[in-house]
């Protein structure tokens, strides 16, 4: 009798040990991550102080955002020309993109709040009479990782530390940052492991994937002091398959209420290390991942000069041209972008096919395109639609050309009395 059950127990074992192995490997190919907010470029000011009043809840909150709209548009003027301006409110709402509420507080009549402005590039650009070009980096890929409680990871859940980097507009820095969501493969192929893992062909396959030149680690531990009390950050800012670091700070606020902001402040004191180190020269592209190791097929021996060659015409194989696959890194602000730059691609002459692989709405997204051809023939056909194009290993990162300011109306000459 008490061998009767094993028969039963031993399948349903078997049974609940491999529903527990599958779903963890659905956990872990699941999105786990923070897809990116917008990288459109916006200029932004950040830090806009306001305290309005009104009849009522609503008309204080609306008189504080124009309010938020003129302090930022003088604040932004005075950053890029050196002398602060101003705008009528009909003109600021024609060029401000967006609010961001930083903090705020409502009561029934008054408004408290600090908020970011984000102003179109091109518009203000305009106005203010500077260039809307942004020179930018080769694209990096953000591996962030957050060590906390002794367990360091990447994309494996969701961790404060990549929510700030995915709130961090990178449209404003010079670093072209692309920011995985933590989707489909994601927590596996980065993951906290791979800071120490230099092999350079790893890393190729891998950058390649998602449309990158190389890699940044920004990486925080984060020390609580006791629970709800004061946190430490210590925040360190790598880069490379090395992960050679470029700078190391800490940060502290005094409850876990302010972890967000501490983790904001965090990501902006990294990009000015690695926005220095651009301009230093420090921060470029490993020249061993876009190494391309030479064919391991044996040349065949040349003929010796004046020898007769027989080439039967029934071994000669036919031509058969194949496509190349490569790997085009694109904005995609909306769902909308994402099938226009497909069928955009879909027009170049040579072009088989233009397949989204990896999306990121609001980011920076790859799409798989096949090319009778090669990159710089791709890259050459491109420009010449109106794309800019910056050329990597196997990649390509393309933008829509900014347009070209309106040329300004010229003072007719005045007519000639007859005479």
């Not at 009849?55 to 932004?76: C, E, Y």
């Not at 990178?170 to 980065?190: I, M």
């Not at 629970?227 to 490379?240: E, K, Q």
Request: aromatic share 6%; net charge neutral.
């Amino acid at each position: 009798m008490r061998f009767a059950h094993r028969p039963v127990a031993m399948p349903l074992a078997i049974a609940l040990a491999i529903a527990g192995v599958g779903g963890l490997a659905i956990a872990q190919t699941a999105s786990r991550g923070v897809a990116p907010v917008d990288s459109s470029g916006s200029l932004e000011v950040s830090g806009v102080t306001v305290d309005v009043a009104g009849k009522d809840a609503d008309s204080a909150r609306q008189g504080g955002w124009r309010v938020a709209q003129r302090k930022g548009w003088a604040l932004l003027s005075q950053r890029l020309t050196g002398r602060s301006t101003s705008l009528s409110d009909s003109a600021l709402d024609s060029i401000v993109t967006g609010i961001v509420v930083e903090d705020e507080q409502i009561a029934a009549n008054r408004y408290v709040a600090r908020l970011g402005v984000l102003f179109s590039r091109a518009r203000a650009g305009e106005i203010l009479g500077v260039g809307n070009a942004l020179v930018r980096s080769p694209p990096m890929l953000v591996v962030p990782i957050e060590a906390s409680g002794g367990t360091q990871t990447v994309f494996e859940r969701a961790t404060p530390w990549q929510a700030a980097w995915a709130r961090f507009r990178t449209g404003n820095s010079a670093v072209d940052y692309v920011r995985p969501a933590g989707s489909g493969p994601d927590s596996l192929l980065l993951n906290a492991g791979q800071q120490g893992r230099t092999g350079r062909g790893w890393w190729r396959t891998t950058l390649e994937q998602y449309g990158a030149r190389d890699v940044v680690f920004p990486e925080v531990r984060l020390y609580r002091q006791w629970p709800g009390g004061p946190i430490i950050g210590s925040f360190r800012a790598g880069y490379g398959p090395d992960n050679r670091e470029i700078s190391r700070f800490s940060l502290r606020v005094e409850s876990s209420d302010g972890l967000p902001a501490l983790l904001d402040a965090g990501v902006r004191r990294i990009d000015e290390a690695y926005q220095r180190a651009l301009r230093s020269g420090i921060l470029r592209p490993d020249a061993l991942l876009s190494f391309v190791p030479p064919s391991a097929t044996p040349p065949e021996d040349d003929p010796a000069p004046g020898e007769d060659i027989a080439i039967d015409a029934e071994t000669i194989a036919p031509v058969v041209s194949t496509a190349e696959t490569i790997n085009i890194q694109f904005d995609t602000p909306s769902a909308a972008a994402v099938s226009q730059s497909e069928a955009a691609l879909r027009t170049v002459p040579g072009v088989r096919s233009a397949v989204t692989s990896s999306l990121a709405l609001g980011g920076v997204s790859v799409m798989r395109v096949a090319y009778d051809g090669n990159i710089a023939g791709l890259a050459a056909a491109l420009q010449a639609r109106g794309w800019q194009v910056d050329q990597g290993a196997g990649t390509l990162r393309i933008r829509r050309a900014a347009p070209s300011p309106p040329p300004q109306p010229q003072a007719a000459p005045e007519p000639t009395p007859d005479q």
